[in-house]
């Protein structure tokens, strides 16, 4: 591998990771893994909806959950937008729905962070046996 | 904003009533299947329908026996402990 072909490869690792983080299962979708990436779109989507209609948007809260914020963060940037509705502490939630909402978008963002990893192995393999058709030839 | 959208806002904007009773651990399934959905979504070779949702159920259903017997492997302890 060329140092410009390598820079190249890792620039490509990069935009996969970050598409893969933007909008869940893009980085498959990139790979032209359809299947794959409208499964993990649809079930992410749905379990951090299912998170947020069970404890409101008032369960994306860093100013008290630091921990559950960092594994939300995860499913895509787009949860800061959330924080920043929250941040007044106009939703306050308690009790067993902030519990199971917390949990539903924290895991929904961790099984995002799996299929971020996937994508950018996948794609790290897909280059290393492309290389390795070219040398054959 | 039509009043349809105006619903679906609202519901999120208010938590559900859910009491601290054990019908409420029920909450767990839907989890355990987006769980196993994901997980077998990654690791699966290549993606055939019948194939994938035999092997997410085999997964959905090994997580719920694992955690029913570590729940009753629990339940035997704290019997043992208080006893």
């Given at each position: 591998m060329t140092p410009r072909s390598k820079e190249n490869h890792v620039l490509f690792l990069l935009i996969v990771g970050l598409l893969a983080w933007l909008v869940p299962g893009g980085g498959h979708f990139l790979l032209k893994e359809k299947k794959r990436s409208i499964i993990i779109f649809v079930t992410i989507v749905l379990t951090f909806t299912t998170g947020l209609y069970i404890g409101?948007?008032?369960?994306?809260?860093p100013g008290v959950a630091k921990p559950w914020y960092i594994a939300q963060i995860m499913n895509s940037p787009m949860v800061d937008l959330l924080r920043r509705l929250t941040a007044a502490g106009d939703y306050p939630v308690y009790g067993r729905p902030n519990e199971i909402g917390q949990i539903y978008t924290s895991i929904a963002g961790l099984l995002n962070l799996l299929c971020i990893v996937n994508a950018v192995y996948l794609a790290h393999l897909l280059r290393i046996e492309s290389d390795g058709g070219s040398k054959c030839r | 904003m039509s009043i349809i959208g105006a619903l679906v806002v609202a519901s999120f904007t208010a938590p559900e009533?859910?009491?601290?009773?054990?019908?409420?651990?029920?909450?767990?399934l839907p989890l355990v299947a987006a769980i196993a959905v994901v997980y077998k979504a990654t690791k699966l070779p290549e993606i055939k329908t019948g194939n994938f949702l035999k092997e997410v159920v085999i997964l959905f259903g090994s997580i719920v026996v694992f955690m029913i017997i570590a729940g009753l492997v629990l339940c035997v302890l704290s019997w043992l402990i208080t006893e």
């Open positions: 409101s948007i008032g369960v994306i809260n | 009533k859910i009491g601290a009773n054990p019908q409420s651990m029920l909450w767990l």
